[in-house]
Structures are given as structure tokens and as C-alpha cells.
């Protein structure tokens, strides 16, 4: 079974900070993804990564970048933590094409921005 | 560009009674169509997929959906539903065009026993 691993399960950090979330995949998948959840607007996608050291904006990619430096590994940070980030935040990993291949996902970090 | 709806917020239902959670797409030729599940605190699980052949699809802890083209929907089924299936279901489209899964804003589904 895929593994992703989100560091956290619950965050709490303070309005103006640099926050790391980091994510781990074990099955050697190609494509990773950054979401935000926030109820009634679903998953919306932040950034994602089709290889090492690549990274395409997704659909709400402000006040957000994304590091890969290693092929498991996928990081979001906030530069400057608002409180408009509060919100649920899931990785995801694929394998080949990004729209026909299904997506597993981690747990989750539920972050606050205080 | 593609598009998913999901028209029912929240569903409850009996425990033992059957479900039908609706999700319709926008599209111009076949998309590729997934199902999510989300228990409390957890991240999506799949529970089945759609890419082509039988329309009827069968996925994990007994949910099926179908596939309809005329109708571009493709709902999820479960003929007796248990306690342990309240969660939130998400339905996804995928398409040749763009290099992303689009999700829809997901059913939260209550079951009352």
C-alpha cells in the first residue's frame, strides 16, 4: 500500500511566521500535490510537482512556494503565516499521467495561524 | 475546461437503507472519474474508479457507481448502508486537457441508526 506521511497532524503557529509542512511518499511516485480544504469549498490545489526540483502553481498558489529537493519529499511553506491560512492541508503522490491516475493522500495537517 | 458538481451538501439516512450520492461533470469527451472517501480526521481514501469499458464499476467496501454519458453523472451507490460509512464523499474528474484532478466540494453523508 502507498504511504504518504504528512509531519504534523496538528499545527499551531503565529501570524507572521515561516511554516513548513512537509510531506513523504514510499512508493516512488512521480507526481505530488499540495490541497487546502476548507468546508464548502472542497480541495483546491496550492502547488504541485510532476519531478525533483520541478513545481507548477495550482489554483491558489499565492502566499505559498513548494520545495523538492528529493523524489519522496514535498514541502509547502507559508513565507509569512496570515490567519487566512488557518485551514486543513493534505499531500497527495501519483504515479504517470496526473489525470488519469488516482492520487493517495496523507492525514492531513489541521494548521492554525493565531 | 472541466467542471464536477456534487448538488447535495449533506445526506442522512437509516442505517440499512440504500444510498445514492450524485456527482455530475462537465466535459467534452469521456473523463477519467474518481471516488473519495474522507472518515473524521483522515485524509481521502479511493474508492473506486471509472477510465473506460463496463460502466458499472464495483470499488472497496461495497460501493459501485455508474457511469452514465448521457447524462454526465456518475453516482455512487451502496444498496444497505452502515454506521461506519458516515464520512464525506468526494467525486473527481480528470481530463487529457489539463494536468490536474478536479475535485468537487463533497456530500457529508450522516447515518442515523
Same mark, same amino acid.
Given at each position: 500500500d502507498v504511504k504518504v506521511t504528512q509531519s504534523s497532524r496538528y499545527l499551531v503557529k503565529r501570524t507572521g511566521e515561516k511554516v513548513f509542512l512537509e510531506c513523504v511518499q514510499d512508493? !516512488?511516485?512521480?507526481n505530488m500535490f499540495w490541497y487546502r480544504q476548507d468546508p464548502g469549498l472542497g480541495l483546491r490545489l496550492i502547488y504541485f510537482s510532476y519531478d525533483v526540483k520541478m513545481k507548477e502553481k495550482g489554483d491558489i498558489p499565492e502566499g505559498y512556494s513548494v520545495s523538492r529537493e528529493k523524489k519522496e519529499r514535498f514541502s509547502l511553506i507559508l513565507e509569512s503565516a496570515s490567519t487566512n491560512q488557518t485551514s486543513m492541508y493534505l499531500c497527495a503522490s501519483s504515479f504517470g499521467q496526473i489525470y488519469n491516475q488516482p492520487q493517495h493522500f496523507g492525514d492531513g495537517t489541521r494548521l492554525s495561524i493565531l | 475546461a472541466q467542471s464536477v458538481t456534487q448538488p447535495d451538501i449533506h445526506i442522512t439516512v437509516s442505517e440499512g437503507a440504500s444510498l445514492e450520492l450524485r456527482c455530475n461533470y462537465s466535459y467534452g469527451a469521456t473523463p477519467y472519474l474518481f471516488w473519495y472517501v474522507q472518515s473524521p480526521g483522515q485524509g481521502l481514501q479511493l474508492l473506486l474508479k471509472y477510465?473506460?469499458? !463496463?460502466?458499472l464499476v464495483q470499488g472497496i467496501k461495497g460501493f459501485e457507481a455508474e457511469f452514465k454519458r448521457s447524462q454526465s453523472s456518475f453516482n455512487l451507490r451502496k444498496p444497505s448502508v452502515h454506521w461506519s460509512d458516515a464520512a464525506e464523499y468526494f467525486c473527481a474528474v480528470g481530463a487529457g486537457n489539463t494536468d490536474k484532478l478536479i475535485f468537487g466540494t463533497g456530500t457529508r453523508l450522516q447515518v442515523f441508526p
Open positions: 512508493m !516512488d511516485h512521480e | 477510465f473506460s469499458g !463496463d460502466t
